[in-house]
């Protein structure tokens, strides 16, 4: 007999329970009130996350951080009230304020509007999501009942019909997400498709799969559990989430679930989330409550950086000379990313101070995007698009 074999079987053995102690930090996840959710979160590996064993690294952001700020604009510019989205293409910025288009340099010199309102080719009516790939500008309008798409140089191309969602859209080079309006709302006419649906890049009608399933039943509250978020990378991995639900599960670029993050942490004790119980709905009683997750975006690497939102009894600085991005609220940027077999680890939780003497800064900042320079992005919040540094936690 082979001795090698009982070996082998062995090592085999401890690695599969080495990975699955590393994954499962408890024998199963949370029971939830939704059966559906339950069921869900069981058909793929899980794992706990708990983000309170990496504290957070304060990052100052000075006036020679900030590229451009809607409190400096000069005469012979455009004036903003706020930055809704923003693209990075080469060496430029385009940014959605109101229902316009703008583009900055590298320099922070703005010029536009590059769109008109109204309801011809090209032309926006709503302030929708910018987004873009290697080959068009995307915008979101779904009062025009459109995605428009232009030239990387804001030219108009033409437009993918059929988009009745609100804000959220997310896209690659090969694939775009949105609602699905067809299971969505209290009373949908497909419930039993998935919440999400991918298409091809051409025809929103050319469906390519639906996924994450309603975990209300219909005709029940609290709806918004039945609201999702999501976002795709370069290689059709994707990483959705219920709205309320500080959980990611993860999908391979044919809408396989493939994995579940469970986050944890000592600060979702404080929010007031909506709960998941089932209620008939009463009169005009909705569900209120707070989101833990902001916004969020998975990586090409598979990293995900999230924002979290969470409430301060502080003053506008803390004493740890936190600049809180609004009086009674923090933020914080968490990045989570994944090791070679697949488990996630924090790499990184921040909060920023800006050491601006003008003006504060206000507003939830978005997900990142890589610069050219390691550890190095581009973000923006209401008022500012600025450089951050950031290096990983210990």
Known sequence: MNNSIPLLLFILTFTFLANCTERKSNLSPPETPSQVLNDFVRSAPFQYINLDEVKSELIEVGEEDIIYSIHNSKADEPLLGFIASMIKVEDRFYINSEKSIFEVNSEGKIKGPLTRLGKGPGEQNTRGMLLTNSEFIYVSDANNGRINR?????????????????????LNNEQLLVYNRHSNGFAPAKPEQGLIVASTLNNLEDTLGTFMPRIIPVGYQPGVYNRTKFSINGNS??????????????????????????MEYSIFQTMNIPSMEFFKPKGNEGFGGTMPVTGYKLMDNGDIFMIIVFKSDSASTTNEGINDVHPTNNWELIKLSASHNGTYKIAGKYRFKYTGKEHAMWGIISPPIPSDKENEFYAHNNEYIFKIVLHPSH
């Open 237 to 262: 991995q994707i990483a959705a989430s219920y709205i309320p639900l500080p959980w990611f599960f993860l999908f391979d670029e044919n809408q396989n679930h493939v994995q579940t993050l469970i």
């Open 150 to 170: 232009y030239t990387h140089n804001m030219e108009i191309a033409d437009a993918l019909f059929g988009f009745m969602s609100s804000m959220e859209v997310d």
